[in-house]
């Protein structure tokens, strides 16, 4: 069993939907969560980072971790064509040092219709 | 701009001939690492040096080698390129190896014919 797991896609979605994002892992070490969103021909930034279980939002960007149930998500609402994109999950065992190698998951690409 | 320069974009080179991508980075940071995205298989870690002099494998190492003389680069070495080296590849920094600080460069797609 990977590490990581994403739902592999691709996805596509209408402007204005509600789209989820989700991975699991098996690690129960990992503690930092994040996710990665990245355009074609470009490297990966972070969108949205949360320490372990709960909820965080930024914007249309809301990320929740459920650690009891080894679960991340990331929704977006009011999704717009700007938000079509690869979206990678990532997490960490520790905040620094070699605990914060991030570990991937292998990403999912979203395309959100006009 | 604070940020990860790699060079070149993009390289098609022929088997065993050595080469080698350069990352620089402009924001002072301790920590760079070299990822290689492949189809099917996401991002996984090369190679990563948490400061000067200190370089440690990732999940990926073999085929590569990499220096850490300078804070601001670490250049990713291909002595002898082979096909299934073929993959588009990332530097990243960030402070302290902090995971939600990571700067990616814009990356480098090689193709080893």
């Known amino acids: 069993q990977k590490e990581v797991e994403q739902d592999p896609g691709p996805l596509s979605v209408p402007e204005g939907a509600i789209v989820s994002l989700n991975c699991t892992y098996s690690n129960s070490a990992f503690q930092y969560f994040m996710w990665y969103r990245q355009y074609s021909r470009k490297g990966p930034e972070l969108l949205m980072y949360?320490?372990?279980?709960g909820n965080k939002e930024d914007g249309r960007f809301t990320a929740q971790v459920d650690k009891s149930s080894k679960y991340i998500s990331l929704f977006i609402r009011d999704s717009q064509p700007s938000d079509s994109a690869t979206y990678l999950c990532?997490?960490?065992?520790?905040?620094?040092?070699?605990?914060?190698?991030?570990?991937f998951g292998k990403g999912i690409t979203l395309s959100v219709r006009p | 701009e604070a940020q990860v320069t790699q060079n070149p974009r993009y390289l098609i080179t022929v088997t065993g001939k050595k080469l080698t991508v350069t990352c620089s980075q402009n924001m002072n940071h301790e920590y760079m690492s070299w990822y290689r995205q492949d189809p099917g298989l996401g991002l996984r870690q090369i190679y990563y040096?948490?400061?000067?002099?200190?370089?440690d494998k990732g999940d990926v190492p073999e085929g590569y080698k990499v220096s850490r003389k300078e804070k601001r680069n670490f250049p990713l070495i291909l002595e002898s390129p082979s096909p299934n080296q073929t993959s588009l590849y990332f530097c990243?920094?960030?402070?302290?190896?902090?995971?939600?600080?990571?700067?990616f460069g814009s990356g480098t797609r090689l193709t080893v014919v």
């Open positions: 990532a997490m960490s065992k520790g905040e620094s040092g070699a605990n914060s190698k991030l570990t």
């Open positions: 040096s948490m400061n000067v002099e200190v370089t």
């Open positions: 990243a920094s960030s402070f302290q190896g902090l995971g939600y600080g990571y700067t």
């Open positions: 949360t320490y372990s279980s």
